[in-house]
C-alpha cells in the first residue's frame, strides 16, 4: 500500500500570512519572542524568494490587536491586504477567499497569530474545500505548548501537513543548483549556525 | 479528498462540566493551579457568555473528592446539577444523558477533572452514540503530563476534537461584532496580556 | 458517524507484565524511579484486586538483565511465569501466547521495561491477531521521552490505547458502589494526593 | 479487526543514512551532542552487525555542511556512497534510488540531519513508491523540539513507523540464541547503563 | 557563631511598587501571567491587610511602557505615586526616596517590573544607604530565567533577602491567633489549593 | 585559609520535623508527590534508625491545614509532640523550643512544609541562638521552584546547610562498618535503584 | 550595616568582547541561537551607543576556532584587536592587558565564548588586580546549563557582578532624558516585544 | 579590593577519583548516561594528558555498589587505588589521606559518585585541611538536579570552586602553544562539536 507525498510544488503554492500584529504578538508564548520574529522574517523572505504570491489580513487592526508587523508590510507592498472588520476566520472573509482563489493556487502555506485560532480556523476551512494545506508551524505562535499541542492535532487530525519554514524552503528548492547563493542567503539571514559554518568556510577557501 | 470541517456552532453545543471538586482539584499538577482555575472559570464564563445549555456533574461529592467549585455553583444556579451515586464514567448515569439529550445538541463541549477519566470517559461514549465532542484540554487537569497525553491519544484517535476555552471562544463567535464589547470582556478577564493591551490601548484612545 | 468505544471489560480482560527485572529497570529514565516503582505495583495490585488473570515473563533472568522484581513474584504466587530463553518478542515464546489464550480474555493490558521493545513488540503481534491492547504507558519505561514517544506513535498507529494505570482501575471499576473501600484503598495506597484527602476526610468526619 | 505488524526483517532490510555531515551536525539541537554522536555509531554499528546494505550519501559535501563523519566512511568503506551535487531530497537522485532497488530490500531504516528535510524528504518518497519505511528517531536530529514533533506528525500520518536504534535492533535480532555476545557487545558499547550492569554481573560471575 | 535574623517587623517595613505597567508587563516571560497577575494583586493585597505604608512609582507611563495596572491605583488611592519623569532607578528620584524616608520605616519590601532594573538598581541605593531589603521575588518579572537568576546573583551578593508573597504574609503576620479570618481570606483569595481546602473544610464541618 | 566543616555527629543532633500535614501537603508542588512522601518517610526512617531525639510540630491541625501525616505519629508515638495554637514560626513557641533545649543537641536537622516558612522561619531562629542547622532540601517541599530557590538563598546566606536525607544518612553512619545491613536496609526501603542492585546482586550471589 | 552599590558609570566602563569566534559559537548550547545572536550584537550595539572603549580578542582564529563573528569586525573597526597567539586566559596576554589598561577604566564588563574559561578566567584576573567586573551573563555562552551554573558560581564568589545587557544598559544610561531615542531604538532593534509596545503605541499617537 | 585567583597549577594539582563503580553509576540522574559518561573518560583523560597525580577509591566494592569503572582501572594501571573498607567518608580512609599527602600537592580535582556524600565529605574536610579545592561539576553524578543543587551550595559555601572538566584543562594548559595538537586531541575525543569543527577544517585546509 503506498500514500501519496503532497509535496511542495512552488509553481502551485501560495502564503497566507494571518494576524501578525503588535498587539496579538504579545499574547504568543509558546516561543521565545527572538525566535519568534526570526521564523516569521524567514518565512516572509522565503516567499518573497520563491515569489510565492502572499496574501496579508488582519484582524481589528485599530483595537487592541494593534497595526500589522511593519517589516511585512514593507515587504510585501502590493500584496492583497485584507483588513478583516471582523470574521475571526479568515476564511469567512470573502475577500480573503477571493484573492486566494485569484492566485489558481492549490497549496496553501498558512502562518498566524494565534495558532489554534488565527491559523487552524482557515486551515480546517480550505481543506473542507479540497485545498491543501500546510501549517508552518514555528512562524505560528499561541499562549502555551498545551494550546499548540491541542491546535496541532485538530489540524493534523484533519489532514493538515505541519512543517517549519527551513523544510517549506527545501522542499520548494528541490536541488541546490537552481540557485545555490539564493538559498545560502536565506539561511545564513536566518539561521546562526549555519551562517557561522559559512563565516568559517568562507574565510578559509578565500585564504587559499 | 476534502475534510469536513466539524465547527462549533453555539445554536447546536451543550457544555459538561465533569467533577470539578475541591478534592479532585487538590490531584492536578499537569497545570498550575492559578492557570487551571483561570482557565475552568473561564469556560463557565463564556458557556454564559454564550448561553449554553450547560450541564454539571459530581462523582461522590459528600466524600473524600469534595464539594463542586462553589464559583460552578454559584455562576449556574438553573443548570441540571447531576450528583452521581456512584458511577465513574457520567455517560453511566441515566440522568446525565437524559439532561444533555434535553438540550437538543449535537455538539458537547467537555471539561473535568481527571482527563483520562471524567472527561475520556463520557467523551468515548458520546462518540458511541454519534455525538461532536469537543474536549476542553486546558480546562481539564490531571496527575502529571505522561497522563494527559495518554488520554489525548486515546480520545483523538476515536474523533474527538482538541481544543482550548480561547478557540472555543473564537469559533463560536465567529465575528467580532456581534459584540465586540461582550468578547473583548470575557479575554480581558481571563488572559491578562490581552487586559494589558486594552489597558494601554483604553489610555491611550481616551486620551486623544 | 460514530467510532466504537473498546471499553475494558474486567470480565475480559487480561494483564501481561513483561520484563520488569532489576537489571533492566536501571535502562529505564523517562520516569522518575520513586514514581515509576509505585505505578508498577499499582497496576499489579489492581490486577489482584479485580483478579484479572495476570502473566509474567522475564528475558534471560540469570544474565544482566536480572531477576524480576520480588515484589511481582510475592503478589501472583500462582501466575504464569515464563522465563524466556531468548524470545526478544515475548509473543514469539509459545507458552506465553498459549498462556494468554488460556484466560479467553480478548482485551490485553500490557506493561514492560523497555517500552519501545518488550511492550510494543507482543502489543503489535496481539493487534495482528485481533486482540484489543491496552497500553499501560505509565508502568511501563524506557530510555529517555524520544524514545517513549516513538514507541507511542507506532503503537497508537497500530491502533492500541494509551492508558495509565488510574484510568485502567476506573474503567475496570465502573461504579463506586460496587465496593467503595476496596478501590478507595487501592488509591490511597498509590496516590500520596488521594491519600491526604482521604486522612483529612476521615479526621473530620470521625471528629464528629 | 486485526491490524498488520510490519515487522522488520533483516533479510528484507537496508540501511539509509543520509547527510550526517561534520557541518550539518553543528545545526542539530534537539538532542545532546554526546547521546546524539553515539546513537548515529550504534546504528551504523548495528548496520554492521546485521550485515544490512547500507547506503550513504552527502549533500554539497564541499561547501559549508562539510565532510560526511569520518567514523561513517571507515565502517562502511564498500558501501555505495551518493555525494549529490544539489538535490536536498536524496530519493531526486537517480543513483541514490539505483543503489537501494539494486539492494532488493522492501524496508528501508532511515536516519539523517535534518529530520524534516534529509529524513522527511526521502521518507515520503520512498512510502508512495511502496516501501515500508522505518525512521531512526534519535540518530536522526535537527533545529529544535518544535520542529522534530512536526517532522515526526508528517511523516508518522503518511505511515513511517517511528523507532529508536535500540528497538531497530530488537526487532531484528529476534532472538538473543542467535548470538548472546554479539548483542550484548552492541549494548555495551553504546549504552552506558548496560555496560554497567554487564560488568557488576562479569565481576560477580567470575568471581565464583 | 551566630547568624543575626533580620526578620521583618509590620511595624518597621514599607512597601515599594516599581513600574507594574501595562506595557512593561508584556516584557515578563520567566512567570506564567496568570500566576504573575496573581502574584502581584497577593502582594498588593497583603500591603493593604497588614495596612503597611505603600508607594507606587512608574517609568514614562504616558509613553509605550504604558500606564499603572488599574488595580493597584484603585487599590492604593491614598498612596504616595511617584510618576517618574526619566529616572530609570527609582531611588534616583528625590521625591521616591523622600516618600520613603517619610515612612519612617527600615525594612523595605520591593517588588517590580523588570527584576533586574526597576527591582534591582533602587535594592542596592536601599542596601547602601543602610536599609534592610526584602525583595518579592515572585511578584518581579523579567525576559527570562537567565536574567533572573543573575538579578538575584547580584541583589543576594549585596545583601538583600529573597521572599516570596506568601512567606512574607506569614513573617509579618506571625501568629494565626491574630486574625484567622483575615489571612485565611488572603490565602484563600491567592492560593487556588488553600481555597479548595477551606472549601473542603468548610463543607464538612457545616455539614456536622 | 581553612574552612571549618561542621559535620554532622549522631550524637550531637536532633531532627524536627514541621506541618507535614496532610492538607499543607497538596500546597506542595515542586517536588513530584510519589518522590515527596518517600523522602519524608525516608527522613523519619533514618531518625529513627540513628536514634535521634525527634520533635513533632503542627500549625492549627484542626482546620483545614488538616492533621499530621499518620505515618509520622505512628512512627514516633512517643516523641514530643507540640500542636501549636497558632505560632507560623515554630520558634516562636516556647513548649517547641523547651523540647529541643532538653535533648542537649547542637546540631539541627530541620524539614517542612513549606519550606520558605515552615522550615526557613525556624531556621533562621536556631542560627540565630547559636545552633547548627540543617535543611533536608527534599523532605521539604513548597508552592514552586521559584519559591524554593527564593527560601534557599534566604537560609543559605544565614549559614543553614543544605542537605538531603540521603547525605545526611551518610554523614551520620560515617562507616558502614558500622551496620551494613541496617544502612542497606535503609536504602533499599526508600531508593529503587539502589534495591535493584541489591536484588540483583543477592541473586547472583545467593546463586553461587 | 551598608552594603556599596558599585555600580556601573559609563565613564569608568570598558568592554572586552572574548573570543566570539564562528567555529566556538556552534559549542553554545545553553542559549538558543537566534537569542545569543542577538544578545551579542545588542551588547556590542549598547558598547557603541555609550561609547565605551571595547576591546576584542580572539584565540587561534586561524583554526578550528575560526574568524570573529564578522558584525563585531564591523562595528569597532578602530577597537583594539588581540589575536592571541596561543594563551587561552586573555589577561595573560600582555596587549590585551595593555589595552585595558589604556582605556584608563576601573570598571570592566565582559562577555565571551565559552563562559567558564574566555570569561571566567579574564575576570577573575582582573578581580585579583582590584578591577570592577560585571559578567554580561546573556552574552556568554558555553557547553550546558551545568557548565554555565558552575562559572557562575565560581565568578560570582570572586565578586563578579553577573548582569545582562538590558540592565548594562539601563544602569548606563540612568535617566530616559539624557536621550529618549537613542535608548528606545537600542532596545527596538534588539526586544521583539519592546519593539511591539511602540509599533501599538506610534501607530495610536500618529493616528491622532 | 582585590580577590584572590586560586588558579590551578599543574604542578600543584592531583585529581582524586572517588567511587565511580558500575552499581552507584546507575544512581545518577542528574546528567545524561551518554554525557556523564563522557565526563569521567575526559576528566581521565585530562588526568593522564598533564600527568597529574591521581588517586583511585571505591567503597565497598565487592557488594552491590560494584566494581570501579574498567575503563579507570586500565588508565591508571599504578596509580594509587585504595578499595576502602566501610568508610564514607574516603578522607576518613588514612591510605586515602597518605596517598594525597604523599603527592606534595595542595590543589586537589575532586569528582565522584554520588556528589553530595562521595564528593561532598572528602572536599569538606581537604578545605578544613588547608587545600584548595575544585569540584569537577560534570564528572559528579547523583540521584536528581535538587541534590545535585544543595550540594553545589554547601561546598561552595565552604570555598570550593566548581569547574567542569573543559575548563580544567584549559586552565592547566594555559597556552595553546605549550602543545597544541596533545590539547585538540583532547577536545576532539570528548567533545563531538568540536570534532566536527575540525574535521571540517581539516578537510578545507588539506584540500588547498
Not at 2 to 17: F, I, P
Not at 74 to 95: K, M, S
Not at 109 to 129: K, N, R
Request: glycine content about 6%; proline content about 5%.
Amino acid at each position: 500500500m503506498t500514500t501519496s507525498y503532497n509535496r511542495l510544488d512552488k509553481d502551485n503554492a501560495a502564503v497566507l500570512l494571518v494576524d501578525h500584529q503588535a498587539g496579538l504578538l504579545s499574547l504568543v508564548r509558546d516561543i521565545d519572542p527572538d525566535r519568534f520574529k526570526n521564523n516569521v522574517l524567514a518565512l516572509a523572505d522565503l516567499a518573497k524568494y520563491f515569489e510565492l504570491p502572499t496574501i496579508l489580513t488582519t484582524s481589528f487592526e485599530t483595537g487592541p490587536n494593534g497595526p500589522l508587523m511593519p517589516e511585512l508590510k514593507t515587504l510585501f507592498p502590493d500584496a492583497p491586504y485584507i483588513a478583516r472588520p471582523g470574521q475571526i476566520n479568515a476564511w469567512d472573509n470573502e475577500d480573503f477567499v477571493k484573492a486566494i482563489k485569484a492566485t489558481g493556487k492549490k497549496q496553501l502555506i498558512i502562518a498566524g497569530v494565534v495558532t489554534e485560532v488565527c491559523v487552524a480556523f482557515p486551515a480546517l476551512s480550505a481543506l473542507a474545500e479540497g485545498f491543501e494545506v500546510f501549517v508552518v508551524t514555528d512562524a505560528s505562535g499561541t499562549f502555551n505548548e498545551l494550546t499548540r499541542q491541542s491546535a496541532w492535532d485538530r489540524m493534523s487530525s484533519s489532514g493538515a501537513q505541519l512543517m517549519t519554514w527551513f523544510g517549506l524552503a527545501c522542499e520548494l528548492h528541490r536541488d541546490w543548483r537552481n540557485d545555490v547563493e539564493g538559498l545560502a542567503t536565506l539561511f545564513s539571514n536566518h539561521i546562526p549556525d549555519y551562517r557561522n559554518l559559512m563565516t568559517s568556510y568562507n574565510t578559509l577557501t578565500s585564504a587559499k
